[in-house]
């Protein structure tokens, strides 16, 4: 069983011709669950800011208008992954197998990707170049 694992959420946007990535946080957590708990509250986070209920009064009234039909719904992509129990299951099984979890999804402009390992896993696979040396 894996210990920690590390865990990074990005957004990806086209910037002077050059894919640039943004960083919007990252969280080393002690427990797989608290990695999966991360992911999904960051997921819910970006979906919350890029679709914001219309009433809220931090927006004027009809500043918000609904997306054309023709842009991918990335909110409601990103609140039906944390909603889905079993592709929540296969991401606990993936990360505690000691494998590289990524969660991505987009729109026209911008790629939005969460990131988990096991911190474990980060260290074997450092270590296995030093322990692998050729013998001639």
């Not at 957590?29 to 009064?57: K, N, V």
């Not at 909110?75 to 909603?83: E, K, V």
């Not at 993936?94 to 990707?113: F, N, P, Q």
Request: glycine share 6%; charged share 20%; net charge negative.
């Amino acid at each position: 069983m894996h210990d920690e694992f590390l865990c990074h959420v990005t957004a990806y946007g086209i910037c002077g011709g050059r894919r640039v990535g943004v960083p919007l946080g990252t969280y080393r957590a002690p427990t797989l669950a608290l990695a999966l708990w991360w992911m999904r509250d960051r997921a819910s986070w970006i979906a919350e800011r890029l679709d914001p209920h219309p009433d809220d009064p931090a927006f004027p009234p009809n500043s918000i208008v609904p997306m054309a039909a023709t842009v991918p719904d990335v909110p409601r992509l990103l609140r039906m992954w944390c909603g889905d129990a079993a592709q929540q299951e296969l991401v606990a099984e993936e990360l505690a197998a000691g494998k590289l979890v990524r969660i991505a999804t987009s729109d026209d402009t911008t790629e939005y990707e969460l990131l988990a390992e096991s911190v474990d896993a980060l260290r074997m696979q450092r270590m296995l170049p030093g322990l692998a040396t050729p013998v001639a």
